[in-house]
């Protein structure tokens, strides 16, 4: 499975057919918020929005930048892994 990138995220299949996507906007100079995250039925239980979310945390340290999530799923497993605490904001 490929992870590909956009100007609004990350996601996986083809761009005018996702089979699931992460998106995020520019909060501030150093602040990205994840808004949406989204699989489709036939990859759920792979894994794949975690996936997603590594890869928003892979460019997030890359770019200095700071994650904050209004989405509850990035949300929550931000949250709840210390590997990422070193850019989720809250």
Request: charged share 30%.
């Amino acid at each position: 499975m490929e992870i590909k990138r956009d100007e609004k995220g990350f996601y996986v299949g083809n761009p005018s057919n996702k089979d699931a996507e992460i998106t995020f906007v520019k909060k501030d100079e150093d602040t990205i918020d994840i808004d949406h995250t989204e699989v489709s039925e036939n990859l759920q239980g792979q894994g794949v929005g975690g996936k997603l979310v590594q890869a928003v945390v892979d460019y997030a340290r890359e770019n200095n930048l700071n994650i904050t999530a209004t989405c509850p799923y990035a949300e929550k497993k931000l949250s709840r892994t210390d590997e990422y605490l070193d850019v989720f904001v809250g």
